[in-house]
């Protein structure tokens, strides 16, 4: 497949991976949030590009954060947003999630972000309706915005993702679980970056060479190395029980304390798509220099707007022609 | 009652049950309806006609559908909408349902939409306030917007409101605790439609009649003869312990499945609510121009625009010019 | 400390307690709401003064009424309003609390309206941050934006902030955990009024004069004598196993019942920060000249969209020029 999932309504686009973007369409992307960059810290942090969408988020999954980063940034645009809360909806009802998205359709929704249990939901939804959807994370599998907020946020620390090509990135912690480090290798293997997972065996890939990385068991064998250490959040429910007895055993090998931020190189830097678990993926206190924590949160935003101007915008313009010729 | 119910306020009204409309009324409101649907195919989703209005919903029993039909229609028009939570509200503090409504009046809303298991509960907030109220359900009694949504979807399936006369609709379900079949059988008697109403005894209202309505217990009597079979949704609650014993029992009798589907007449068409129970009430796969399910929830949307437009526009006008005699 | 609490932001301030607020600034305050009354009763409700703002809420005890006048103040003058709900959002995935705003803050928020139960919280927030923090109830601490709008409803009650010197008012009811009673005592002691602070023993505060107020245990004693009897609102839960052994108890000595309210001065009048519980505070039906509480309501929208404008205002102009220097 090229380029992002081609969809019903002319103009009109879903993603919902990674791989269903060209480099040329990142590219692309990039730049576009470079563009809501510079507008933000010109006038204006609002426009009317999308004045006339509207955008349903459909979280099975509770997160205010992404839930948010999403609505600010149709928002940021003109459009409207719309949340259909699932605990209260009919999805509770036991209506089908074909009927909810057409229902979500037929209200006027021209896009739906949709974070799912399920691996490939969104990319079954994508196949169902005319919607354009975007995936905020989908079980196990993916998580592509926030991969992309990300990139854009190590494009701009590197000054360009041409840079990224000659830097090492460890992503440390559960990647077995974990859609950020899925989406992220596939990425930053695309621009040429080495990238490392390390984490304890049994929250390992079974082949990190079919993402494209690397992969080690110690941080402390990486932690000198890598221009960019990239901690995940921990779910402490999947700690008890597993190969680790306690959060304890774990911290003690994976947490990035203060012994081992000493041993970093020194203008390597630190990411973590929050919300942070203080004292468990990170004991110390960062210089800002040195966390683009924050950042990556600015970052997600812009990112969002990017992806929602380029799904929607010529949806928008197409909508009113193509409606006019069938249904006027 | 001649008209909507009037309103302390001038020029702003509520709407609380069918038989508050005049038969021009009425169709005023299709005609309102068919202008935004024109909008809409046009260049423009949005319009500021009520940019100084603010709608607040105010739901006693959860709908997440029905509850972002108004809020969107009322966005559409650039009126603003506030979310009284109910269970987060200070209704659960034990706050009159009178003082809640002078808050929200007081906040600066124009109108609420409620919806509440007491029949009769629109009704009684609007002889209490300034408000305009619209009934969007109550108890067993009335779904006013819902049904007039669905008069819209029919007129215009059927080329015009005139043509309905010629029409026969079975309405098929749990009749008796239905406000849908209720608000919409007094609507499409006036328009000289012939309603069946359908479903086992215990579901039956007492008098069919007094809703201008023939009945029947027996769904495969009445499925070939009509033009339009609108299904109700079943509550599973309602089924156990009463003349069906099980969901199986019920759906042997009165489920839309392949073979009654294929009794029906050759251009007859399907209606629903919405959530459906695929399974219940519905087990086929209806073709496209068989179903009107879908333009039913995008016409409630343009529905409940037109119900806003009438109730509000003259009331935004009149506020300014009222409060600036009172008040200023 | 003089003036609103300053900000690491230019231009942007907090509002955490009344005592940040100098005489001028509160004077300002009531200046600057008294024009948004004057608009509301013109043409317009709505203006795009912060248009370029986002206004986050944050509630860690629930108050729809609150957070609906936060939000409904933000959209009057065209800022946008997200709402953290907390009980979903990641602070009970154990985020801390400056993450919490943090996050916020990247997210593209200007200011924060924060309910928690921890007295101080809010002003903790404000020394983090670059948020503008207002406080909107922190444990038994303070309001101000209640007090502030409470005084703008009695400086128009009574004709001009310049004659509340002459006036007493009651407080009254559970004194001891009333943030409302707190802040609006300090705030009409600095224009002279005369404020009594009425309870029983186990809910007064243990030095009534450190917020320049007297105090009594006795109703009847009282509710001859003031120009305004400000009712509070009775936590039931606060009743049981205190002084008095159940409501009823309370409600004899310190409800507003038909008796006292014919021994209240002829032109005095009735306050009530809402929701109001009939038959405990309150067993009378007030003629509406004597009732305040719709105006506190109407009010705190205004006084809410004071605040705003005085602490986001400047921000938004310098946040450009700021971020102009220093991100460009």
């Known amino acids: 497949m ?33 563009i809501y960059r510079k507008q933000e810290l010109g006038t204006r942090r609002f426009s009317d590009e999308l004045k006339d969408s509207v955008v349903a988020t459909l979280f099975f999954e509770g997160s205010t954060r992404t839930r948010l980063s999403f609505t600010l940034a149709a928002e940021r645009l003109g459009a409207r947003v719309i949340d259909l809360a699932v605990s209260a909806s009919s999805v509770s009802k036991g209506e ?4 909810t998205c057409d229902t979500v359709s037929a209200l006027g929704a021209d896009a739906v972000v949709v974070r799912h249990p399920n691996e490939g939901a969104p990319l079954q939804i994508a196949s169902w309706t005319s ?98 250490l990239y901690l995940l959040r921990i779910q402490r429910e999947r700690i008890q029980g597993g190969y680790h007895s306690s959060i304890d055993s774990y911290t003690r090998r994976f947490q ?18 929050g919300p942070v678990n203080r004292g468990v993926e990170l004991a110390v206190k960062l210089p800002e220099e040195r966390s683009l924590i924050s950042e990556q949160v600015r970052n997600g935003v812009l990112m969002r707007m990017a992806v929602f101007s380029k799904i929607l915008a010529t949806a928008s313009d197409d909508r009113r022609s193509q409606r006019g010729v069938f249904g006027d």
């Open 131 to 228: 919607l354009a959807v975007v995936n905020a994370g989908d079980g196990c599998h993916e998580h592509p915005t926030q991969a992309l907020g990300d990139l854009f946020s190590l494009s701009s620390a590197f000054e360009g993702v041409g840079n990224l090509a000659a830097k090492k990135i460890a992503i440390v912690g559960d990647i077995l679980h974990s859609r950020v480090a899925r989406s992220l290798s596939a990425l930053l293997g695309r621009f040429g970056s080495k990238v490392v997972l390390v984490g304890p065996p049994d929250m390992m890939v079974d082949r990190p060479s079919a993402l494209g990385a690397e992969f080690s068991f110690d941080l402390d064998e990486v932690v000198g190395e890598v221009d960019v």
């Open 256 to 273: 990035l304390d203060q012994k081992r931020y000493l041993r970093m190189a020194p203008k390597s830097i630190v990411m973590h798509p």
């Open 2 to 34: 090229t380029g992002l999932t081609s969809n019903p309504v002319p103009g009109r686009r879903s993603l919902t991976q990674i791989s269903d973007l060209s480099d040329s369409e990142i590219v692309d992307l990039l730049g576009r949030a470079e």
């Open 96 to 99: 089908s999630l074909k009927d």
